[in-house]
């Protein structure tokens, strides 16, 4: 009953390494989003998409790139990891952005740690 | 197991208790707020919504009560349970051009039997 995938759970990477965390979700939601989680701070928005081919920054958006060629996948990209953004990061998505309710449905997240 | 808790507030109860989990939310006109669950190793699951023009909802064994006053958000568990234990996210949703949710940092419930 897994609704919305990230493929990786656990990844190392070394201080410059491009990085990709993929996600896909089999709900035929419109709204797909990235969040970092760190303890302390919450989850933060990295960024969002509310379309196929179209990204929106959220709160954090330093580092990062996304990619969303299908509906159903949402791509987070770190051009050059860096140890601060060793993190654990959670993919969402939600039906619509007319739908007004706004409840997110997550991965289990895939958790990065930069050496 | 996950970092995410090595911060957080936490709230201790024997099983059977009723527990109480409470927010603060930052934006006076956030106009929808939800709570979610984390256990440990997953991302978080909705529980319970709510709505700016209610102050209370209920759901099974949980109730969220919201009190736009003070804009504080609460969450009661009844008969709170081992399987309860989690880290607990109040959102709430801020109307400033696309919707987006807005998480506190959370509160970790541990439940003994």
């Known amino acids: 009953d897994v609704k919305v995938t990230q493929s990786s759970r656990y990844l190392v990477k070394r201080t410059g390494e491009k990085v990709f965390l993929e996600c896909v979700q089999d709900?035929?939601?419109?709204?797909m989003f990235w969040y970092r989680q760190d303890p302390g701070l919450g989850l933060r928005l990295i960024y969002f998409?509310?379309?196929?081919?179209?990204?929106e920054k959220g709160d954090i958006p330093e580092g990062y790139s996304v990619s969303r060629e299908k509906k159903e996948r949402f791509s987070l990209i770190l051009e050059s990891a860096s140890t601060n953004q060793t993190s654990m990061y959670l993919c969402?998505?939600?039906?619509?952005?007319?739908?007004?309710?706004?409840?997110?449905?997550f991965g289990a997240g895939s958790r990065l740690t930069v050496l | 197991g996950e970092s995410v808790g090595l911060h957080l507030p936490t709230l201790s109860v024997q099983e059977g208790d009723n527990s109480i989990i409470n927010c603060a939310y930052s934006n006076s006109a956030s106009d929808y707020f939800i709570w979610y669950k984390q256990e440990s190793g997953k991302g978080p699951q909705f529980i319970i919504d709510i709505r700016s023009n209610m102050d209370k909802r209920q759901g099974q064994r949980v109730t969220v009560l919201l009190n736009k006053t003070v804009k504080h958000l609460s969450l009661q568990i009844a008969a709170t349970q081992p399987g309860d234990s989690a880290v607990y996210f109040c959102a709430e949703n801020m109307r400033t051009g696309f919707q987006k949710l807005v998480f506190g940092t959370g509160t970790r419930l541990l439940v003994s039997p």
């Open positions: 709900m035929d939601h419109e709204n």
């Open positions: 969402a998505s939600s039906p619509s952005r007319r739908s007004g309710a706004n409840v997110l449905t």
């Open positions: 998409s509310y379309d196929v081919k179209m990204k």
